[in-house]
């Protein structure tokens, strides 16, 4: 059974097709309504625009969980501050796993981005000013000096790899986001 978390994804998918919008068209009439109540803004989308009741709610969800932040909001606050220079990193990281597919999804959180496929298959996390971590579903593959178990790292990844500089994100590292990206069919 998929979880929540997994149910959301897929009608986030789905929703240009159900709707004819984006989440970020329906973020832009929610914001030009100026309501601020949840029930209103679920309201206006079904009466108003038609949609769903379960559309709308997660479509106000979202929209109040980020405070109309962007996802390039959410990845520029990560990376702001004493962590400015981990950005590179991350830079190079979201250029080697996006040339992974068409189904790779980017879901910026507020301390991670996790990697998406049919599931998450890995985050990336700034962890420290000086390291990136990378977390990793890869079930039960053998450790190696740079693989390591995730330990108290993160409980959704079996696997963690530390970045310091963009040099790291070498063919290893990318040969160990693909596999935990082809393990997430």
Known sequence: MATPDEMAAT??????????KSLSDWHKILKLSSLEKHGE????LKTDHGV????????VAKYRDTGTQTADGLVGAQYAGTKADLRPI???LVDA????????EFAPKKAYVSLRRNKQFGLIQPSTKTRI???????????TK?????????AMVTHRVRLESVD???KQVIAYLKKAYEGAK
């Open 146 to 154: 740079r693989l390591e178990k995730s330990g108290s790292f993160n």
């Open 11 to 20: 009608m986030l998918r789905n929703l240009p097709g159900k709707t004819g």
């Open 90 to 92: 991350y830079e190079a």
């Open 133 to 143: 971590d990378i977390g990793l579903n890869l079930g039960d593959a053998e450790t």
């Open 97 to 104: 796993v996006s040339g992974f597919g068409p189904d790779v």
């Open 52 to 59: 769903t009741h379960g559309f709308a709610n997660l479509i």
């Open 168 to 170: 790291d994100v070498d």
């Open 41 to 44: 803004m679920v309201k206006l």
